[in-house]
């Protein structure tokens, strides 16, 4: 697989998921610290945790291109989760 193929089968994956930019806020990264900060793309490209980035569907992908090509370290990023989504036809606890 080419790299222009590649990058097309990301922009695919990507297409599936909400097309709305993704919010890197690392003060709100749950695995913020030494270890996940120091292989984590944005401190790569930035040189350390930003106040706040916003990537588009297609920069995500691009990023995750260059991530599965070892060019960079991959989006550590992980938020804490608000709610947890229910299921109706599910029964109650």
Do not use: K, W, Y
């Amino acid at each position: 697989m080419n790299a222009h193929d590649h990058f097309a089968e990301h922009q695919a994956r990507f297409a599936q998921r909400r097309a709305e930019p993704v919010v890197v806020d690392c003060d709100r990264c749950v695995v913020r610290g030494p270890a996940a900060c120091g292989d984590c793309v944005v401190t790569f490209l930035l040189g350390g945790p930003p106040a706040g980035v916003e990537i588009d569907a297609d920069e995500r992908a691009a990023l995750d291109v260059l991530a599965d090509a070892g060019v960079v370290p991959p989006l550590r990023l992980i938020t804490p989760v608000s709610s947890v989504p229910t299921d109706p036809d599910l029964p109650a606890c």
